[in-house]
């Protein structure tokens, strides 16, 4: 079986600053790795995917997150966020058979 | 383009009602998912159907969720005898091929359940 593990629910931070959402995630094969984002009222937007090759992955609105094999983690990181990334963030993972099994969510707050 | 396209948007109804719940995948889209997304629960996997094969059922909660899939497009998820911990918001995704396959799902807007 697939878990996903959202370390924090909720991460308040100044406009203008880094952050780092962390995931965390377990499996017993080869999985798929994923980060959408949420904003309200709305349906899930991908963000970006690890499907296999460099670790590294960048995505959409200046996002990137690292695949860490050893530590079974896949965080996203933004090196300067704005008000407008203020939205729910939830990270996920597939293991080839269609379906995604995703996190608890983590809530960016972004201040001005 | 058009995206997925989910209605109605919001959904009230007393418990013990059915409900219907439409879900318009992307064109050409083989793959449809239906989600939940509830306070207690997060976001869990419902229903997954890909081209003709048998849909996967494994998330569905109970006998009193099914979900169809007409002619290879539209889908709906019916609940019947609805009960309060029904109310969550549904969510219809579509994809090209299996997300293993590297294909992301594209999601709609969801319809909000909510049961009296």
């Known amino acids: 079986a697939q878990s996903v593990t959202q370390l924090d629910s909720q991460v308040p931070v100044f406009e203008e600053a880094p952050v780092e959402l962390r995931c965390n995630y377990s499996?017993?094969?080869?999985?798929?790795l994923f980060w959408y984002v949420q904003y309200p009222n709305q349906g899930l937007q991908l963000l970006l995917k690890y499907l296999s090759g460099s670790t590294l992955v960048k995505g959409i609105n200046g996002f990137e997150a690292e695949f860490n094999k050893s530590q079974t983690s896949f965080h996203l990181r933004k090196p300067s966020v704005h008000i407008s990334d203020t939205a729910e963030y939830f990270c996920a993972v597939s293991p080839n058979t269609g379906k995604l099994i995703f996190g608890q969510g983590t809530t960016l707050q972004v201040k001005p | 383009g058009a995206g997925v396209s989910q209605s109605p948007s919001n959904k009230v109804t007393e418990k013990g009602k059915d409900v219907e719940l439409r879900c318009d995948p992307i064109?050409?889209?083989?793959?449809l998912y239906w989600y939940r997304q509830s306070l207690g629960q997060g976001l869990e996997f419902l229903i997954y159907?890909?081209?003709?094969?048998?849909?996967?059922k494994s998330g569905l909660p109970s006998d009193r969720f099914s979900a169809e899939r007409t002619g290879g497009s539209v889908s709906t998820l019916t609940i019947q005898r609805t009960q309060q911990e029904d109310s969550a918001v549904y969510l219809c995704?579509?994809?090209?091929?299996?997300?293993?396959?590297?294909?992301?799902?594209?999601f709609g807007d969801g319809t909000r359940l909510s049961i009296l």
């Open positions: 159907f890909q081209g003709n094969s048998a849909p996967d």
């Open positions: 995704a579509s994809s090209l091929g299996p997300s293993g396959a590297s294909q992301p799902q594209h």
């Open positions: 064109s050409g889209h083989t793959a």
């Open positions: 499996s017993s094969v080869s999985v798929y």
